[in-house]
């Protein structure tokens, strides 16, 4: 199947490969534009599968991906299928349950599945006449220069495809990507965490959510920690992150529930330990790497988005909604230049790389916020100090999680507002604790207490504490 018309009598090719939650969108967005696409799918259509292969952690969607998925006609579609999510619920270990809220009254994030969203885009997609989708299409190969692509097919058969535009949207171990690193002055770099994950489900309670639903329950524990997002079916899905070497040290099922009931005891009940014990040795834990490289591109021939780009690790949320902003930069880009590649494409890596390096630093950053700090006493002190001034002085200071969340400031550039508002805000608050010292020693010296009444106080605090260590 190979195009062999001229360029000039026709239609520009997108050929966008990988058929996950950013090819499908692009797929739309190229669409929308006019080009002729190509959907290219390593994998059957999902939405015919008996079984979903993949990943399936829960995401959150919020501002920058749904603005994308508005731009297309798919936000209200999709808004009506997730679950708003206001706030997170810490779960300390003694049980007690304390929100930290997101952003000011009526902000949210969504919950959403996965599978479902992708079946969503993909129908999308397919609803534009220009749009050809092609599942069991494996890249086996492609030429910068002259657009040829070869695919491998399930009967062992080959087929190839000319393009004009080839759109690497295939995951972080992106088949597309491989032919940048045959090429000189191409940065990248993959690091994986020490840390894995493993998916539990929490079922319905008498037909209700076994815990309130509205929130992102956390299960905080320093080195480790457990998060549950809710579905529609009214089940959560909980996902434990951990250190692979502590997941290795449970092999049975009484050391399961032994693990829970020391650093999650309120989840036994809700989750139960027959679902708990087959959950955790259903699969063995997955593994999290965040992949950065630049440049993005290759002359006017290709270009790689999402995971394909700059896979990151899920604790800020972020990785479908950076992806999701990376088509909607790229439209905007394309209206900049008039549709022309040569010039969209190296302008689109110069805008882009240092957004996406940003968040995939910032989402380091988060799982460690997400797992330690929020135990904090300094940590909820800050965030109440950074909401109240962000009340006072709503253009002046705003929070990082409001300025990654719900807008589109640029990631790279909340990331050095986020710097430069913590020196001010410490160092106000430095300045506010030396003044209060020296006005304190100053009303002291000036006037200074009857020392007969201090002595007096503190004996009969001695007295106090005699008292209660001898009952």
């Not at 706030?87 to 599945?113: C, F, T």
């Not at 902003?325 to 549709?339: A, H, L, R, S, Y």
Request: aromatic share 12%; charged share 25%.
């Amino acid at each position: 199947m190979e195009k062999s018309t001229s360029r000039q009598s026709r239609k520009k090719v997108v050929a966008v490969v990988g058929g996950g939650l950013v090819g499908a969108l692009n797929a739309c967005f190229f669409a929308k534009r006019g080009f002729d696409v190509e959907l290219f799918e390593s994998r059957e259509d999902i939405r015919r599968a008996k079984i979903v292969k993949g990943r399936s952690i829960n995401l959150a969607l919020s501002h920058r991906g749904r603005q994308a998925l508005k731009h297309v006609g798919l936000e209200e579609k999709i808004v009506a299928k997730g679950i708003p999510m206001h706030a997170r619920m810490i779960h300390s270990l003694n049980g007690k349950q304390s929100p930290i809220p997101y952003g000011r009254k009526g902000q949210y994030i969504l919950s959403v599945d996965r599978a479902n969203l992708n079946k969503e885009l993909l129908t999308a997609a397919e609803t534009y006449p220009n749009t050809k989708m092609n599942f069991d299409h494996k890249l086996q190969d492609w030429n910068a220069e002259t657009g040829l692509m070869t695919f491998a097919r399930l009967d062992g058969s080959k087929e190839q495809v000319k393009t004009d535009l080839i759109v690497g949207c295939d995951g972080a171990f992106s088949a597309v990507r491989k032919q940048f690193l045959r090429r000189s002055r191409f940065d990248y770099s993959q690091t994986y965490i020490p840390h894995g994950y493993m998916e539990l489900t929490m079922l319905p309670i008498n037909g209700e959510f076994a815990m309130k639903p509205n929130y992102l329950h956390i299960w905080p524990r320093n080195t480790f920690m457990m998060i549950a997002l809710p579905n529609l079916d009214k089940t959560f899905t909980c996902t434990l992150f951990m250190p692979f070497e502590d997941f290795e040290k449970i092999t049975t099922g009484d050391e399961v529930i032994e693990f829970f009931q020391k650093y999650f005891p309120d989840t036994i009940p809700l989750i139960g330990a027959d679902t708990l014990q087959r959950d955790y040795f259903r699969l063995p834990a997955q593994a999290m790497v965040s992949v950065k490289c630049n440049p993005y591109h290759i002359g006017d021939a290709c270009v790689l988005m999402g995971d394909a780009a700059h896979a990151v690790v899920p604790f800020y949320g972020q990785g479908m909604n950076a992806g999701f902003e990376d088509c909607i930069v790229f439209d905007e880009i394309m209206d900049q230049f008039n549709e022309d590649f040569s010039a969209v494409l190296p302008e689109y890596t110069r805008v882009r790389v240092p957004d996406d390096h940003a968040i995939a630093d910032l989402a380091m950053y988060n799982y460690i916020e997400m797992r330690a700090h929020v135990n904090s006493k300094w940590f909820l002190f800050r965030k109440y100090v950074d909401n109240i001034l962000y009340f006072f002085m709503p253009k002046t200071i705003i929070p990082l999680y409001t300025m990654v969340t719900f807008t589109r400031t640029r990631y790279h550039e909340a990331v050095k507002r986020w710097h430069w508002q913590n020196k001010v805000i410490n160092r106000g608050l430095l300045l506010s604790a030396v003044g209060a010292v020296l006005g304190g020693s100053y009303l002291l010296i000036k006037n200074p207490p009857d020392i007969n009444k201090l002595i007096v106080s503190a004996e009969k605090m001695w007295d106090r504490l005699v008292a209660l260590r001898t009952l």
